[in-house]
């Protein structure tokens, strides 16, 4: 069957910010498209880094209440760049996971879950991002209408490998081998035994 490409399920063109768009304005962005993630790229398309909304909400609680407990794990360095952060520059994740478009969706999807990801940017060779891949668009793949699975079944399955069946039989069918019908009406081969 084929094997699907992450260039054929990605989101081509996705919604991007750049490093100085102001935080406001990337969780208005996030909310209003319906989005999880936002690539950040420079004014020349070089993808530099990705927020989600996780990160935005981890930010926000942080900003919060700096002193938390639950932020003592953080250098009191950390803690104060994310308590003045008001661009995407300052809270995205500078180095996100990438994938070529050619990679196959089960390359993608291994990668997505080794690191727990949800979604990798797709980028050619000089860093340009080209699409975003999300676990949504990976799942296209299996909602594929039943009738194009079986014409992909026959015509490349199938058509690969009816000749090695088909050669198979007609050696099955020379002399010294019969066939014989199952119940399921199968063909099934059997070697003749001649007694003396």
Known sequence: MRHYRVRDV???????????TPLQEVADILVRQKITALPVVTLTGRAVGLITEAELLRT???QQDPESQRWMHLSSRSRQDI?????????????????????????AARLMNLQRLPCLLVTGPDGSLLGLATARDLLRVML??????????SDEVLAAVLPAVRAD????????????????GLMLPIQEVYLQ
């Open 10 to 20: 990605m989101t081509a063109e996705p919604v991007t910010v750049n490093p100085a």
């Open 60 to 62: 926000e609680r942080i």
């Open 83 to 107: 308590v003045t952060a008001e661009t995407a520059m300052k809270i995205m994740n500078m180095h996100p996971v990438t994938i070529r478009p050619a990679a196959t969706v089960v390359e």
């Open 144 to 153: 594929r209408p039943a009738e194009e699975i079986r014409v992909e079944i």
């Open 169 to 184: 039989v007609a050696e099955l069918a020379s002399p010294g081998h019969s066939l014989l019908a199952s119940p399921g």
